[in-house]
């Protein structure tokens, strides 16, 4: 049975266009991942049926009474409330019956009027069904297994980070327990143990869900149903998500073989049409003439633009390149047991631990930019810091990426700028468009950009992989495994790193794994 029904579903941003007479359902007993590349329009299509944008054409239908929950990959919170207060408005009807309860046994204690005991015991059964006097276990178990336990209960949800507000908007919306989730990125934020609880979460869910990730890995496990957003269409496959990708591969194989057997006809007769137009087969000719004329030309397979990435090397001899010395840091208080560890010249060192544990702290604690508790961290004076920050925020977001880097880099000529954005994986139109409408990914890519406009010897790479699609992961995984210099990196992919990191640092239990 269909949950959701999208028919004829066309959008188009500028000279871009998503979607043209797209179709698909989402059915009672779908697990749906979404995929495709950055900029494709997976985002938008949850916009788009969730009315938060309206479609230039089509229809989106929902089942009527159907309860959603979402969660978009820019999930802010600005409540000024504890974590534990903000989780537990998941159940504030439940809280709202329970106060009712309360005011009928107040009132009967003061007039004996049995009618208020009989409202308050159909109160007590609500509240019975609906297992109100487990909800604190409820919220233990959703902050225990999406790691929020790490930030504490009584945390105020206006002072966490951006990953780690978007871990308690997901952990309230799994409260909720809607009919339908969708949840855009909900990986981005997560380390591996998470990863795996929100996994079993999400088999065990009795409802559908569609979820967009560039965590193949992630989608593999969780889905049963695919729709991948490409090349102005949406197309939907049965099965798990590698057996997608190979029914993907069949039908572009199928798309090839039909265009240039198109094309090799054409030809054909065009060559006829040039060389009887007139004479004795002229009237063949313009037949085959109209015959051209009503064809629906087929399209070939069409790859977006895909990124390259470079960063640039300037020459350090010394061999030691970075010491730190128990190290202590945090904010308020200590996150961590005071760190000592050094690495040498070229050097590929990732940092591992949950979300929360002060994995970006000790990278900021590092770099001077915010005060620590004790000790020192030094790099080598011949040592150029290019530093990527995993939070997408930009001191102007009205401004396009052309004008970003422009800002930057004034001296580069436009030409140039639009070179460097193309090597990217940044389009012609996308360079030309502000900042907040472009994906996170487009806006990753725009920020690995400006890297690569910055020679440096020692690359910091705060979860650089967030919001981008697998070409893209590889291309930039290519460019690290390649760069001369030192790599330091925070990704909660180990799949990304496998293969040519040096040194694993566990930040959890400070030790470092060869």
């Known amino acids: 049975m269909s949950i959701l029904e999208v028919e004829h579903l066309s959008m188009a941003f500028a000279d871009k266009q998503l979607y043209e007479d797209a179709s698909f359902r989402l059915n009672k007993e779908d697990h749906m991942g979404i995929i495709g590349q950055n900029g494709a329009g997976k985002s938008t299509l949850i916009k788009l049926i969730t009315e938060q944008e309206l479609p230039d054409e089509g229809m989106i239908k929902w089942q009527r009474n159907t309860k959603i929950g979402y969660l ?16 537990k408005t998941a159940f504030a009807q439940l809280y709202m019956i329970a106060e009712k309860q309360a ?18 015991g159909r109160y007590q059964e609500i509240l019975e069904a609906n297992d109100f ?33 978007s871990k308690i908007i997901l952990a309230k919306l799994l ?58 269409k949406i197309t ?7 057996s997608a990708l190979k029914q993907k591969e069949i039908k572009k194989e199928v798309q090839q073989k039909a265009y240039e057997k198109q094309r090799q006809q054409i030809e054909k007769d065009e060559a006829y049409i040039r060389k009887n137009k007139a004479g004795t087969r002229a009237t063949m000719a313009k037949s085959r003439q109209r015959r051209l004329d009503k064809i629906d030309r087929l399209t070939p397979p069409s790859d977006n633009l895909q990124a390259h990435f470079n960063f640039p090397y300037i020459e350090l001899l010394s061999s030691a390149t970075l010491t730190v010395n128990k190290l202590s840091v945090g904010y308020k208080h200590p996150l961590l047991s005071p760190v000592t560890f050094a690495m040498s010249h070229g ?20 770099l001077g930019l915010i005060p620590n508790f004790g000790g020192q961290a030094q790099f080598v004076d011949a040592a150029i810091v ?40 940044i389009n012609a139109a996308n360079a030309i468009k502000p900042m907040n409408l472009l994906s996170g990914g487009e806006q990753t890519k725009v920020k690995l950009c400006l890297l690569e406009l910055k020679p440096s010897n020692f690359l910091i790479m705060d979860e650089p992989t967030n919001h981008l699609d697998d070409e893209t992961k590889n291309a930039l995984r290519d460019a690290l495994q390649a760069f001369p210099g030192n790599v330091l990196l925070v990704t909660h992919e180990s799949s990304f790193y496998a293969g040519w990191a040096d040194k694993i640092f566990d930040v959890e239990s400070i030790r470092l794994e060869k």
Request: charged share 25%.
């Open 386 to 425: 290019n530093y990527f920050i995993q939070d997408l925020t930009w001191d102007n977001p009205q401004q396009t990426p052309l004008q970003t880097v422009q800002d930057i880099y004034p001296k580069l000529e436009p030409k140039t700028i639009r070179q460097r954005l193309a090597r990217a994986g």
């Open 133 to 165: 006097y487990g909800i604190d276990t409820k919220i233990d178990q959703i902050m225990v297994g999406l790691g929020i336990d790490a930030i504490g209960k009584n945390h105020q949800v206006s002072e966490c980070s951006g990953g780690q507000r």
């Open 175 to 232: 409260l909720e327990k809607p009919d339908v989730l969708l949840l855009d990125e909900p990986t981005n934020y997560l380390d591996v143990e998470h990863i795996e609880w929100l996994t079993g979460y999400l088999n065990d869910f009795s409802g559908c869900f569609m979820v967009i990730s560039h965590d193949f890995d992630f989608l593999e496990n969780i889905t049963n149903t695919i729709v991948d957003v490409a090349f102005g």
């Open 236 to 242: 939907k496959y049965t099965g798990s998500f590698k």
């Open 103 to 120: 005011a009928c046994y107040a009132k009967y204690a003061e007039n004996l009027d049995d009618t208020l005991l009989e409202k308050a």
């Open 72 to 87: 978009d990959q820019y999930a802010q919170s600005a409540h000024d409330l504890t974590v534990e207060a903000f989780l």
């Open 347 to 366: 050097e590929k060192v990732v940092l591992k631990g949950f979300n929360g544990v002060g994995k970006s702290t000790l990278i900021k604690s590092i």
